[in-house]
């Protein structure tokens, strides 16, 4: 007899795979700056930076979540997303100096 | 007042006033003559965000629909439920399992039941991953099912 635990492969990492769904959020945060979601965004959290800021306790549950996606928090494997995404300079109109890295 | 529209959903977004309820429902009620499809208002919630139930209810009923409550469903997600609370996930696990025990039934090899798990279940949460958070808990119950 073998028991399930033997044989039955995990079907896949799911903690994991949520995060990247989610880190699809930010990607698209940076990607998307004339789409109407992220003005919506803006309108209501402010920009600064070039990143839409996180706002106070009364910002939206799910926006909270992805900001913490994106500072990496409570993943254990710091800020993953920054390490790994990487911006190419072009003329230099949507980068910024101080706090873009 | 506002509105959200994508593919068949419709929000309707509009003060609490009686001005706002009856131009809904001659929006509405326009539309209707004007492209030939019908608006089916039994299927349609009117929900509120800090209002008397016994408003909403009267307000309802001059609308010809029901009351609804928060979280309500658009395009499949619930809208303003907490994506912490376990209740939240139950739609979820709970389809995943429905699943699960209608292919425990039919006359597959294992490799074939294998296949179908590895290729279909993690399709199932994907949308609701794809938006919010699982807690930790939820996380397992769901993998101990695969």
């Known amino acids: 007899m073998f028991t399930c635990e033997l044989w039955w492969p995990r079907v896949q ?9 989610l880190g699809k959020w930010c990607w698209r945060l940076l990607k998307e700056k004339d789409e109407l979601w992220y003005c919506v965004l803006k309108a209501r959290y402010r920009e600064m930076g070039g990143r839409i800021k996180e706002g106070g306790s009364d910002a939206s549950l799910w926006w909270r979540m992805i900001c913490h996606v994106r500072e990496g928090v409570g993943t254990g494997a710091g800020n993953w997303f920054d390490d790994n995404t990487r ?11 101080w706090t873009d890295y | 007042m506002s509105h959200l529209q ?31 499809l019908k608006v089916n208002f039994y299927k349609s919630r009117l929900t509120g965000v800090n209002i008397p139930p016994t408003w909403l209810s009267e307000a309802a ?6 009351t609804g409550s928060i ?13 912490r609370k376990l209740s939240f996930w139950k739609p979820v696990v709970d389809r ?14 294992f490799g074939g039941r294998l296949v179908l798990l590895k290729s279909v279940m993690p399709s199932l949460p ?21």
């Open chain 2, 61 to 66: 009923s001059v609308l010809n629909c029901r």
């Open chain 2, 71 to 83: 979280p309500f469903l658009y395009l499949g997600l619930p809208i303003g439920g907490d994506s």
């Open chain 1, 13 to 21: 990492r799911l903690g994991e795979f949520n995060l990247s769904l």
């Open chain 2, 96 to 109: 995943i399992r429905a699943q699960l025990s209608v292919w425990n039934n039919k006359f597959l090899s």
């Open chain 2, 126 to 146: 994907v949308y609701f991953l794809s938006f919010y958070k699982a807690p930790i808990g939820i996380i397992s119950s769901i993998e101990s099912l695969f």
């Open chain 2, 6 to 36: 994508f593919a068949d959903d419709t929000i309707i977004i509009g003060d609490k006033c009686w001005l706002h309820v009856c131009s809904i429902r001659v929006v509405l009620l326009l539309f209707e003559e004007v492209s030939g």
């Open chain 1, 87 to 97: 911006r190419v300079v072009g003329n230099g109109r949507n980068t910024f100096f």
